[in-house]
């Protein structure tokens, strides 16, 4: 079983709908967990991190965390062409001594 | 400098050359970490520094593998012998202080491309 793991897609979305991404993670005692956004050819960039159970809101963007089922998810509301990328999801493990990332979830938004 | 910056941007090297690639975190960042991305794969990490101790090498693919940091700032990747598994983007990233449990951003660099021949 991989330490972090996505369903690679590609997941294709119509423009203005909610585009949903999953990552599980095996550490029960993960505290920290990020989502990169890389757009193709680029380096990866932060867009959201959370550490608590629950939702976490930043814009279209929002973050839910249940660590019970170690699952952690990515909406983005009011899809647009331009979140076309690589989702990669990122967990810090109970060792909290490198962060483990998954192999990303290609999005592709339709106009 | 303004952001994270490595070099060479590529690198094109004969099977069994021995290579050196460069990062310069962000200046102050006292966190620096390096990454391999083979293509079309996620981020494989393989090493952090806090300041310029390395405490856990065991990312490291191989022995071949090594890497320094000096004055809490620059930090090289040297790969000794090089096969052709190599190849892959290894990306530098930074951060104010070590991720595990602060708020912090993770800033990558633009990534150094290493083609083993």
């Known amino acids: 079983q991989k330490e972090v793991e996505q369903n690679s897609g590609p997941l294709s979305v119509p423009e203005g709908a909610i585009a949903s991404l999953n990552c599980t993670y095996s550490?029960?005692?993960?505290?920290?967990f990020f989502w990169y956004r890389q757009y193709s050819g680029k380096s990866p960039e932060l867009i959201m991190f959370?550490?608590?159970?629950g939702d976490k809101e930043d814009g279209r963007f929002t973050a839910q965390l249940n660590k019970a089922s170690q699952y952690v998810s990515l909406l983005i509301r009011d899809s647009q062409p331009s979140d076309s990328a690589t989702y990669l999801c990122?967990?810090?493990?109970?060792?909290?001594?490198?962060?483990?990332f998954g192999s990303g979830t290609r999005l592709s938004i339709r106009p | 400098g303004a952001g994270v910056s490595q070099s060479p941007s590529n690198k094109v090297t004969e099977k069994g050359k021995d290579v050196e690639l460069r990062c310069d975190p962000i200046?102050?960042?006292?966190?620096l970490y390096w990454y391999r991305q083979s293509l079309g794969q996620g981020l494989e990490f393989l090493i952090y520094?806090?300041?310029?101790?390395?405490?856990?090498k065991s990312g490291l693919p191989s022995d071949r593998f090594s890497a320094e940091r000096t004055g809490g700032s620059v930090s090289t990747l040297t790969i000794q012998r090089t096969q052709q598994e190599d190849s892959a983007v290894y990306l530098c990233?930074?951060?104010?202080?070590?991720?595990?449990?602060?708020?912090?951003?993770?800033?990558f660099g633009p990534g150094t491309r290493l083609t083993v021949l």
């Open positions: 990233a930074s951060s104010a202080y070590l991720l595990a449990g602060a708020s912090d951003t993770q800033y």
């Open positions: 520094f806090q300041g310029n101790s390395a405490p856990d």
């Open positions: 200046s102050g960042h006292t966190a």
């Open positions: 990122a967990v810090i493990g109970s060792s909290a001594s490198k962060i483990i």
């Open positions: 550490d029960r005692g993960s505290q920290s």
């Open positions: 959370i550490y608590s159970n």
